[in-house]
C-alpha cells in the first residue's frame, strides 16, 4: 500500500505514514465509505435546518468531518466541525464536552480560529467555527519546497504566541500538527481544534490519565506515555513541527504507532541536517524537543523569542516588557458571537533572516526600547502588525494616522495630506512623485534620538511604499528614518492586491516589514 497524500510506499495494514504522518485510515468510522460521510451530513443537516445550510464536506480525520455551512442568520461562511458520531450519549459525558469545548471557545488571539458555537444534541457533538478559506501547513509540506529561514521562524513565531495565549488560560491543545495550522487569506497563521482533543477525550468518557490522544508523529514523550499534560508537550510538538519545516523529514518515523511512540519516548532526536540553519533556531528547536519537559523553554513565550530574537515576547506579569491588548474589534458578519478582551500577543510581519550577528543584538534594543516605552506611557506597549503567509500576502490590520520623516538624517513629513503642489507660469502643476519624496525628506526636522528606522521589502519587489500616505518610493525601502511611534505602511503595485499594515518604531530602533503580495 502506498500514502495518499505523499504516495510513499507502505508495509500492510499501516495506520500512519512514516513519511508525512498522515492518517492512513482517514479517521476511523468516517473513513470507510463516502456513504458514512453522505449520512453524517443529512443527519447534521436535520439538526441545524434554519440555521445553517450545509455545502460541502472540508476534509475528514480521526477527529471527525468537517463540513462548509452557510449561516443564514448572519450570512457568513461557516465550518462546522462534527466529532465522531454517537461518541456519547450520557448526559454528564455530553456536559463535559461542552464545558470543554465551551472553554476553547473563549480564546481570542489573532493566530487562533474563533469557535462560535458548540453544541451537543440528537447523538452529534459540533462545533461552529470562522471557514478559513487559505491553505494549511500540511499542504505547504506536501510540496516538498525548501522553506526560507524566515518563514520558517514568522510560522513557528505565531502558532507559539497562540499557543501562549491559550496556555495562560489553561487551555492545552494537545495536537499540535501541520494539519492544525491554517493560513488565512492575508497569510496569517491560523490554529484550529483548540480543546477538540480534551473534548474528545470528555465526549468519549475517558477522563484519566491513560488515554492517548493526538497524531503520533508530533507527541511529546510524556502524552505517549498516557501520563498528564501541559503547555510545554505543545511546545515539544511544534519543535517536530519546526524540524520538519527545516529539513522535510519527521525526526521519528516507523511503520507502526507504536514504535513511533518508542522512538518519541527513549530517542534522541537526529540532529538537523541544513547547514544554514543559525544556532539560535537550530538551539531553539533541539530545546523544545528535550524529553523531560522540564528540559524545555519554560512557556511558549519563552519559545518564541529563542526563534526570533528580534521579535521577543514577554508571558503576563514576567515583569517585563507586557504586550497591551488588542483593540477589540467591530462587530460585523465576520465577528465571533463571542468576544473577550484578555491580553494577547502582538503578531508582528514577516521579515528577512536575520544575520548570525544581528539577531541578539536587535532583539535587546528593541525589548530594551519596548520596556521602557511603556514605563513611559505607564500602560501597555502593542506592535499591531501583519505576516506573510504560505507563499501568500502579509496581514491587513486596520490602519492608524501617524507621522513620518525620511532620510538617514531623521526629517519629517506632514500626515496623510500630499505636499503642495508648484506653481508654473501662473498654473498650478501636480508635483511629480520624485518631487513629493524630496519634499517628505525636506519638511520638519526632528532630534535623530526621536526616530527609528523602517526596512520594507516585497515579494515581487518594487511596489509602491507609502507611509502615512506619503509616496515614499519601491520596495524594497532600507533604513528609511521614521519618528518614533506609530506609523501605517501601504504597499501597491498593479496587477497585486494592496497590503496596509500599522507598526510602532522604538527611537534608535530598525523594524523590518516584509511583503508577499499576491495576485488581484
Avoid at 461542552?98 to 457533538?125: C, F, M, W
Avoid at 544581528?358 to 532583539?363: D, I, N, S, T, V
Wanted: proline content about 7%.
Amino acid at each position: 500500500m502506498e500514502c495518499v497524500r505523499c504516495h510513499t510506499p507502505l508495509p500492510n495494514n499501516s495506520k500512519f505514514c512514516f513519511a508525512c504522518g498522515y492518517d492512513i485510515t482517514g479517521g476511523g468510522s468516517l473513513s470507510s465509505t463516502s456513504a458514512q460521510v453522505e449520512s453524517l451530513m443529512v443527519r447534521l443537516q436535520r439538526l441545524v435546518e434554519g440555521k445553517y445550510k450545509l455545502e460541502r464536506l472540508l476534509g475528514k480525520g480521526g477527529m471527525g468531518a468537517v463540513f462548509l455551512a452557510h449561516d443564514l442568520t448572519l450570512e457568513r461562511e461557516v465550518a462546522i466541525k462534527v466529532l465522531p458520531p454517537d461518541i456519547a450519549q450520557d448526559d454528564h459525558v455530553v456536559k463535559r464536552f461542552q464545558q470543554e469545548a465551551k472553554t476553547a471557545a473563549k480564546l481570542d488571539h489573532p493566530n487562533i480560529i474563533p469557535i462560535y458555537r458548540v453544541e451537543s444534541e440528537g447523538g452529534l457533538n459540533y462545533f461552529v467555527m470562522k471557514y478559513i478559506a487559505g491553505t494549511s501547513l500540511e499542504d505547504v509540506l506536501d510540496e516538498k519546497k525548501r522553506l526560507s529561514l524566515d518563514y520558517v521562524q514568522r510560522v513557528l513565531w505565531e502558532a507559539a504566541c497562540a499557543l501562549g495565549h491559550a496556555h495562560q488560560r489553561g487551555i492545552v491543545h494537545r495536537d499540535v500538527k501541520p494539519a492544525n495550522i491554517m493560513f488565512d487569506h492575508d497569510g496569517r497563521v491560523m490554529l484550529t481544534d483548540f480543546g477538540i482533543s480534551k473534548a474528545l477525550q470528555a465526549a468519549s468518557g475517558f477522563t484519566g490519565t491513560g488515554m492517548i490522544i493526538g497524531t503520533p508523529h508530533y507527541m511529546a514523550p510524556e502524552q505517549a506515555k498516557g501520563a498528564t499534560v501541559d503547555g510545554r508537550a505543545d511546545q515539544y510538538s511544534l519543535g517536530v513541527v519546526g524540524f520538519r519545516m527545516l529539513t522535510q523529514e519527521l525526526p521519528f518515523a516507523g511503520d507502526s504507532v507504536h514504535t513511533i511512540l518508542y522512538k518519541h519516548i527513549f530517542e534522541e532526536p537526529p540532529a538537523l541536517q541544513r547547514s544554514d540553519v543559525p544556532e539560535f533556531l537550530r538551539g531553539a528547536i533541539k530545546r523544545a524537543l528535550a524529553k523531560e519537559p522540564a528540559q524545555r523553554y519554560v512557556n511558549m513565550e519563552e519559545f518564541a523569542t529563542a526563534v526570533w530574537p528580534e521579535q521577543p515576547v514577554a508571558a503576563p506579569g514576567s515583569g517585563k516588557s507586557t504586550p497591551r491588548p488588542r483593540a477589540k474589534p467591530l462587530v460585523t458578519a465576520e465577528s465571533p458571537t463571542e468576544v473577550t478582551a484578555a491580553p494577547t500577543t502582538p503578531l508582528p510581519a514577516a521579515k528577512g533572516r536575520p544575520s548570525k550577528a544581528a539577531p541578539k543584538k536587535g532583539g535587546k534594543g528593541l525589548f530594551v526600547g519596548v520596556a521602557v516605552l511603556a514605563i513611559a506611557a505607564g500602560g501597555y506597549f502593542v506592535v499591531q502588525g501583519g505576516t506573510k503567509g504560505a507563499g501568500t500576502q502579509g496581514a491587513v490590520p486596520q490602519p492608524t494616522q501617524g507621522t513620518v520623516t525620511q532620510h538617514a538624517e531623521s526629517v519629517a513629513a506632514p500626515t496623510q495630506t500630499a505636499p503642495p503642489p508648484v506653481q508654473t507660469n501662473n498654473q498650478t502643476a501636480p508635483l511629480t512623485r520624485r518631487e513629493r519624496r524630496r519634499e517628505a525628506r525636506e519638511q520638519n526636522q526632528v532630534p535623530a534620538a526621536a526616530s527609528g528606522l523602517l526596512t520594507i521589502a516585497s515579494e515581487p519587489p518594487n511596489a509602491e511604499v507609502y507611509i502615512d500616505g506619503v509616496d515614499v518610493g519601491q520596495t524594497p525601502i532600507i533604513e528609511f528614518s521614521v519618528a518614533a511611534g506609530k506609523h501605517t505602511i501601504r504597499v501597491e503595485r498593479a496587477g497585486w492586491k494592496t497590503q496596509t499594515e500599522t507598526v510602532t518604531v522604538v527611537a534608535d530602533v530598525t523594524v523590518r516589514r516584509k511583503f508577499s503580495l499576491i495576485q488581484e
